[in-house]
């Protein structure tokens, strides 16, 4: 296949099912479910969960990446303030693309949790708990989608992370949590992304006191407006190029930002200590 056929098909598509009488469209979604239509004609086959993960392998990221990601994790937790309060950082990634592809990229083995569209083999046909021998593709390729973001469900993702639902499936996203009792609290996200379609997530951070920097591609004069646009109205802290090397701009920045989180961290909390605290006990003398 063309890759770009594809996506000129798939740029296509909203105007294609609104001329056939469709009306409310997700547009993040059409490119999935195109890859579905491909598979289904045959076009793609043997496309299988376990295929785009090895495919993942394949990704090519920017300068100094996933490297980065372990160097400013270690560059933290090396200093020994952060360490006495056992401060740590943590990398997730959200995304509009796919799962499988992420987990077997280069990135993976640095990452807590990815929040992408995913794909599934199985089909759960009418009286399904009697024919379990019909659930899986005879010829094992993805055939419906099983979980999908868009850029407003990436906020979920957030908020996920910062109640901690990640790490304990038994609270519930939508639990009223105290602000104090969040295991991630938004101050505390740095949150890196690269267009428009991050505006909603760039706004929930910002809001809550968290950090939000937009990174756009070395030489690309759209990709550089476009973010500037985003600095100018405010939407993120700071913007450069998606370059992670040591002593790039970006990096710097970016390992400015976590250590300032984690000295107001280390701050907040032992003024909280002597708070709590209070005047030590003196003798009381008698004139």
Same mark, same amino acid.
């Given at each position: 296949?063309?890759?770009?056929?594809?996506?000129?098909?798939?740029?296509?598509?909203?105007?294609?099912?609104?001329?056939?009488?469709?009306?409310?469209?997700?547009?993040?979604?059409?490119?999935?479910?195109?890859?579905?239509?491909?598979?289904?004609e045959?076009?793609?086959?043997?496309?299988?969960?376990?295929?785009?993960?090895?495919?993942?392998?394949?990704?090519?990221?920017?300068?100094?990446?996933?490297?980065?990601?372990?160097?400013?994790?270690?560059?933290v937790?090396?200093?020994?303030?952060?360490?006495?309060?056992?401060?740590?950082?943590?990398?997730?990634?959200?995304?509009?693309?796919?799962?499988?592809?992420?987990?077997?990229?280069?990135? #993976?083995?640095? =990452? /807590?949790?990815?929040?992408?569209?995913? +794909?599934? %083999?199985?089909?759960?046909?009418? @009286?399904?708990a009697?024919?379990?021998d019909?659930?899986?593709?005879?010829?094992?390729?993805?055939r419906?989608?099983?979980?999908?973001?868009?850029?407003?469900?990436?906020?979920?993702?957030?908020?996920?992370?910062?109640?901690?639902?990640?790490?304990?499936?038994?609270?519930?996203?939508?639990?009223?949590?105290?602000?104090?009792?969040?295991?991630?609290?938004?101050?505390?996200?740095?949150?890196?992304?690269?267009?428009?379609?991050?505006?909603?997530?760039?706004?929930?951070?910002?809001?809550?006191?968290?950090?939000?920097?937009?990174?756009?591609?070395?030489?690309?004069?759209?990709?550089?407006?476009?973010? #500037?646009?985003? =600095? /100018?109205?405010?939407?993120?802290?700071? +913007?450069? %190029?998606?370059?992670?090397?040591? @002593?790039?701009?970006?990096?710097?920045?970016?390992?400015?930002?976590?250590?300032?989180?984690?000295?107001?961290?280390?701050?907040?909390?032992?003024?909280?200590?002597?708070?709590?605290?209070?005047?030590?006990?003196?003798?009381v003398?008698?004139?």
């Open positions: 296949m063309d890759e770009a056929d594809f996506w000129r098909e798939v740029d296509g598509l909203d105007e294609f099912y609104r001329s056939h009488g469709s009306r409310l469209i997700q547009r993040d979604h059409l490119y999935l479910n195109h890859i579905l239509t491909y598979v289904r045959g076009r793609m086959p043997g496309l299988s969960n376990a295929l785009l993960r090895e495919l993942g392998s394949e990704i090519e990221f920017y300068t100094g990446m996933p490297d980065f990601l372990e160097l400013i994790r270690k560059t937790e090396a200093e020994p303030r952060f360490a006495e309060h056992q401060i740590q950082v943590e990398h997730y990634v959200v995304s509009t693309g796919l799962r499988e592809m992420i987990l077997g990229s280069a990135v #993976a083995p640095q =990452l /807590e949790h990815v929040w992408a569209c995913e +794909f599934t %083999e199985l089909v759960a046909p009418p @009286g399904y009697s024919v379990q019909q659930l899986f593709s005879p010829e094992g390729e993805i419906q989608l099983i979980y999908t973001i868009d850029n407003t469900s990436k906020t979920r993702a957030l908020f996920e992370v910062n109640k901690g639902t990640n790490k304990n499936p038994s609270i519930d996203v939508n639990a009223k949590i105290a602000p104090e009792d969040r295991r991630v609290p938004f101050q505390n996200m740095i949150y890196v992304a690269d267009g428009p379609s991050d505006v909603p997530v760039f706004s929930v951070v910002e809001a809550n006191g968290g950090r939000t920097y937009a990174v756009y591609r070395p030489g690309s004069q759209g990709e550089f407006d476009q973010a #500037a646009r985003l =600095l /100018e109205q405010d939407r993120v802290d700071a +913007f450069g %190029e998606a370059d992670y090397s040591d @002593g790039s701009h970006t990096a710097m920045w970016l390992t400015h930002a976590a250590e300032a989180i984690a000295n107001r961290i280390v701050r907040d909390r032992e003024e909280a200590l002597n708070e709590r605290m209070g005047l030590p006990p003196r003798h003398g008698e004139d």
